[in-house]
């Protein structure tokens, strides 16, 4: 019997409890999930901090918790959106159903013909990338809105160290 198996994207920049709830409900709803890593390119940026692999780290290890199978793959961005959904096909194992809220993610999958749900939001005001790197810049707590795994992470690579060098950078140039 061929498995159901869904997909979610993100930039997880970083993976947050947000995210987290949403693959919690995923993995009750599918028997795998195929999690890819958008923006797989970008890394060292204000917004985009963190690169592909550490990306990978900080999924990989928050999900080794649930009792599911998951393939983490990382997926550049392209330059023409009408080619995305292949694009990503081609790098990942096939999937029969995409959960997003990001509506472009939805409209192109729609388009293609895919069944695509559209995954809840949790506590967005505080869940948010934007929110967590703004703490972290600000010395601000911001470890309570990230599974444990991912400030193992961060703290591995010395990720907030990071974000404030950039910050320099930024207001330098
Ligand atoms: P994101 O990390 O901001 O969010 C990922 C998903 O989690 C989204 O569905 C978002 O709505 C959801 N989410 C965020 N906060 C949440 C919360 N608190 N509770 C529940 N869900 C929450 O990433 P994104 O920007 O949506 O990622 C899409 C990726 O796809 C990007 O990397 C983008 O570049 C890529 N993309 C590329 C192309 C192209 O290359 N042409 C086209 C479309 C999309």
Known sequence: MNR????????FQPYHL???????????????????????????????????GERVMMVSRSLEELDITYYVIPIMDVHRHAIWVSHVRSLTPPFNVAYSNNPLVIDLFSEAGI??????????????????????????????LV???????????????????????????
């Open 115 to 144: 069944k695509v749900k559209k995954s809840p939001l949790f506590q967005r005001d505080v869940y948010s990338g934007t929110e967590i790197r703004r703490r972290m810049l600000n010395d601000k707590k911001w470890q309570d």
């Open 18 to 52: 947000g995210h987290h709830a949403v693959i919690q409900k995923i993995a009750k709803e599918v028997d795998e999930i195929v999690i890819g890593i958008g923006s797989a390119q970008k890394s060292h940026t204000l917004e985009d901090p963190f690169t592909a």
């Open 147 to 173: 599974p444990k795994a991912v400030v193992k992470v961060i703290k591995e690579i010395d990720g907030v160290q990071r974000l404030k060098k950039l910050s320099k950078i930024d207001s330098q140039g």
């Open 4 to 11: 159901n198996r869904a997909f979610y994207i993100g930039r």
